[in-house]
């Protein structure tokens, strides 16, 4: 059973009652990440998330990890583009102390300037790390060139650059901008009644000041974008993308189909044709970034340097004939049947459930159920696909970075067409 309650504060409470579990899956989600910053504090927001478990008035760091640690709990936390999110599993005749223990990071963390300066470290070994595993970094670096100057290309982490210089004032600045009532929501799901989460989230939460003022984000205009990083490595990792819907538009669910056709799967096209077919490359396959304004749909693929420009060419086949309209009836319906039973499947995670809970507050102020989303999948058709095609993966859109023991001259705008 759904149900929704707002604070005075301008805190936004959703629960999902679940009766025959006997845990509870809570976050508390702010409308806060590394779109909010500039390149003077870029990764902020995730020393902020990092910061918040280094110890409160009332505990210590080790108290804060023994409190859930001690009754067999998990907790957890992450920053992305727009959302961070701080979340627990805990049995459910624990969830008051959970909930204390969140609230008491959220209201009392002290921000200690030593703690600060040991935290950095760790979150500079994060970035040294993150650069010496490729496939995870050309992320950051497609991220940089295909969204320009906008804030949705400033890496998460930050720079060894900003993350140097961060002081408790720059801390406690952003903090206090992005960690207030209006920006945050609660979720849980699992053993719970709602009015008692709600009495206890109220007594808890309720010294977290709400803010009238809504921060603005910048509107991005994408290009076309090519990028080569020359590094000395085994692989040659590359990445083409596109512009894609947002998390908010009507499309959304015409993007997640085709992407299931195209490298969403084993069985989708670019797997099939370029590992199971010609035994090209390893892996491949394709994702969507969807942000409330924008998206990105991606192309991500490995292989060596003598087969990156062939497996190039068969990817932009790819896409034309996904232009061109040539899906089979049996092909966007076992694309529907997969879309359907991932979803449904997903849905037996109280995890998974309490982040839908929060996500769909967010974005849509409502509680999206599955028999809407099942009528949103089933009325895709071939024309809605075909018509999606036609808008993104047009050359004057299409960006590529590539990773490796390459040279710049071998790829040229010509690839992207």
């Not at 929060?358 to 102020?365: V, W």
Request: with cysteine; net charge negative.
């Amino acid at each position: 059973m759904y149900n929704k309650t707002a604070l005075d504060n301008g805190i936004r409470i959703v629960t999902e009652e679940i009766n025959h579990v006997r845990s509870v899956s809570l976050g508390v989600w702010v409308e806060s990440g590394s779109r909010y910053e500039d390149s003077t504090i870029n990764g902020i927001a995730h020393c902020i998330e990092h910061m918040l478990f280094k110890g409160t008035k009332n505990r210590s760091a080790l108290d804060i990890v023994s409190s859930i640690d001690s009754v067999g709990g998990i907790m957890n936390a992450y920053t992305g583009k727009e959302l961070t999110s701080f979340y627990v599993k805990i049995p459910d005749y624990h969830l008051a102390m959970a909930i204390d223990l969140l609230a008491d990071i959220f209201q009392n963390s002290l921000f200690d300037p030593a703690e600060l300066d040991k935290e950095k470290l760790v979150i500079l070994q994060e970035i040294h790390m993150l650069e010496d595993t490729p496939d995870e970094y050309i992320y950051d670096f497609f991220g940089k060139i295909f969204w320009d100057d906008h804030p949705l290309g400033l890496p998460i982490l930050g720079t060894k650059d900003t993350v140097t210089r961060f002081l408790r004032n720059n801390i406690v600045d952003f903090f206090t901008r992005q960690y207030n009532g209006n920006n945050m929501t609660i979720a849980a799901a699992g053993n719970l009644k709602h009015d008692d989460f709600v009495s206890l989230v109220e007594q808890s939460f309720s010294s977290i000041k709400g803010s009238s003022i809504k921060e603005e984000t910048m509107g991005c205009t994408v290009t076309s974008n090519i990028a080569i990083f020359e590094k000395d490595l085994e692989q040659v990792h590359v990445m083409i993308g596109t512009l894609a819907p947002a998390s908010t538009s009507d499309d959304r669910y015409t993007a997640v189909l085709m992407n299931t056709i195209l490298g969403g799967s084993m069985s989708s096209r670019l797997f099939q044709e370029i590992r199971e077919k010609r035994g090209l490359a390893y892996t491949i396959h394709s994702f969507l970034l969807p942000y409330y304004d924008v998206g990105m749909l991606g192309i991500y693929f490995g292989a060596s340097e003598d087969r990156v420009t062939d497996i190039i060419t068969l990817v932009m086949e790819e896409l034309k004939k996904l232009s061109n309209n040539s899906l089979l009836e049996r092909e966007i319906q076992s694309a529907k049947e997969q879309m359907k039973g991932n979803f449904l499947l997903s849905m037996e995670s109280t995890d998974i459930r309490m982040t839908r809970l929060a996500k769909n507050e967010i974005y849509f102020s409502r509680n999206i159920e599955f028999d809407e989303v099942v009528e949103h999948i089933n009325g895709i058709s071939k024309e809605n696909v075909k018509d999606l095609a036609g808008k993104i993966f047009r050359s004057e859109i299409l960006s590529m970075a590539v990773l490796g023991r390459v040279k710049k001259k071998d790829f040229t705008p010509e690839l992207l067409m």
